[in-house]
């Protein structure tokens, strides 16, 4: 069947169909995680194929510019703005930006499809050839010139992907076209559309948020009193989990002592895990946890527990919705990290920033910080993901990323370790890091969809 219908009863054919089941899946990689899609201002020869397409719990349409609906109440839902093609269409982008700015909160995201502005000769051919309807894009926006403007407007770039590298699918060899294409050296800017996520800036937090700090600890006694000892006072109401997990050192023991010794001043929680690895504590963790924010300080006390506030003052600043620890800025105290695996982090970074489309400087830093109703949308994307990573950090990795949360990374000085020895092997551990790196390519980078995956 070469020919369908759109909402309004109109044939479509089945090449434009194409197009925006392509786009919409790029899309619905952030928005099947969110409440709400709102296509704002779509121009009138939108078919609204792209809308119908998209996978979120709420889509809506609003042609009005100044009916926009005041979003900036909002605290824990996630709602996006989707422009499809509109900013190729006008004649003031930042005007348009701003306007729309006050009615977005800081968990809102507009999400753009602009047309690739190195190639606008092959719009105009098109619209000649009849391949295409409406008026011929008058505004090309370069990647530069998007970003002065969306700085100028009051918002970062926290995602952009090209796409659409092929317009039909010709027995399947459009799917691989535009599938491989992105990751080849100069034919990856070839891509017909790139889709940009625009975060607003919003200013500092009116108060507070609670915060939970979780420390996974494995034989780390030395450690436990210490970590309580150099608690930094956050200004907010403050929860400490210790998640022990099978020790023989007399970890549990020193966490139940340093509960009862602490417990008047802090809001201390104990509990052991009945499965094994840093991620399971953290899950484990996470789930009894009860801050509004939450974050992971490793027993180990390598990340000093004083730079705390650094993580909580970014998200509370409005400058991340998830904040990432580099180690790899400052020199390291003495042996805290070998040269080998020194490498291998900066290795993975590299690597993690290009599969991920986003600038991570460190991906292995144990200290992480993000809301707590972000990590219930970390949750639901993996459980369409799939269980990949017996460590925790990809898994909160690659979900921020495709989240469009915005990645801030805050350097610290690692330091060495005063108590116990690591529990990490740097090749065995090294050869699956590099497994999750290459699903991580497979499934996002290249879009192919693992097994039973909605």
Known sequence: MFFKRDQEGSRIPSWKRYINGLLAGEISATTRFYDRTIQWLPREEDSGLLLQELQCGEKSALRDEARFPDLSGETEKRTAVLLNGTVNHHYDIQGLLMQLHPSLSRTSRVIMVIYNPYLGWLYRLANRLGLRSGEVPTTFITKVDLDNIAQLSGYTIVRRRLALYCPWRLLGLGDLVNRVAPCLP????????????????????????????????????????????????????????????????????????????????????????????????????????????????????????????????????????????????YPMEGEAMRFLNRLGNTFFAKAL??????RLGDSLCGTKLLARHDYRRVLAWREQFGDFDPFGDFE??????????????????????TYGSTNISRFSHGFMLLKMTLIGLFRIKLGVRRKGAR
């Open 186 to 329: 100069l034919l990856r800017w070839l891509g017909l559309v790139y889709v940009t996520v625009l975060k607003p800036v919003k200013g500092p937090e009116s108060r507070r948020p609670s915060l939970s700090v979780l420390i996974p600890a494995r034989n780390e006694r030395g450690n436990i009193e210490n970590a309580m000892k150099r608690m930094p006072d956050l200004g907010c109401d403050l929860e400490v989990i210790f998640v022990e997990g099978h020790s023989s050192d007399g970890t549990w023991e020193e966490i139940l002592r340093v509960k009862e010794l602490y417990g008047d001043r802090y809001d201390i929680k104990a509990m052991q895990q009945s499965g094994k690895g840093k991620k399971d504590a953290v899950a484990l963790g996470f789930s009894k946890a009860r801050g509004e924010l939450l974050t992971i300080l490793d027993a180990d006390l390598t990340m000093p527990p004083e730079l705390l506030h650094r993580f909580y003052d970014a998200y509370c600043s409005g400058q991340a919705d998830f904040v990432n620890g580099s180690r790899l800025v």
């Open 396 to 417: 909160l990795l690659f979900p921020a990323a495709q989240l469009a949360l915005g990645i801030t990374d805050v350097p610290i000085r690692y330091l060495n370790r």
């Open 353 to 358: 920033s290009w599969v991920l489309d986003a």
